[in-house]
Nanobody, 120 residues
Framework: QVQLVESGGGLVQPGGSLRLSCAAS????????MGWYRQGAGNQRELVAS????????NYADSVKGRFTISRDNAKNTVYLEMNSLKPEDTAVYYC?????????????WGQGTQVTVSS
């Protein structure tokens, strides 16, 4: 019911910036929560940031607070992650995640992931 297409990853030097985008399409038109997770080599997947439908509530991992900003455009069903002051430890595959209601149950969908590499 939901397809997620991520873009914006790449190679950046420490201190640089990147902006990730994730566009959702399909039969679902409203997502209660949209977010970004990441998984570095040898690590478990972790939450980076999330944002509720109205954009009122955002949640960030402590490691990215003050550097990353999550936002969403409901008209486009797109969620963004602005990443500034990037560090080598931010290197990971970043995954988009959305949650929505289907037949009264909360469902979740994942994007295919986009690689972010922070290196000089």
């Amino acid at each position: 019911q939901v397809q997620l297409v991520e873009s914006g990853g790449g190679l950046v030097q420490p201190g640089g910036s990147l902006r990730l985008s994730c566009a959702a399409s399909g039969s679902i038109v409203s997502f209660s929560v949209m977010g970004w997770y990441r998984q570095g080599a040898g690590n478990q997947r972790e939450l980076v940031a999330s944002i509720t439908n109205g954009g009122i509530t955002t949640n960030y991992a402590d490691s990215v607070k003050g550097r990353f900003t999550i936002s969403r455009d409901n008209a486009k069903n797109t969620v963004y992650l602005e990443m500034n002051s990037l560090k080598p430890e931010d290197t990971a595959v970043y995954y988009c995640n959305v949650r929505y209601k289907l037949l009264g149950y909360t469902q979740s969908a994942w994007g295919q992931g986009t690689q972010v590499t922070v290196s000089s």
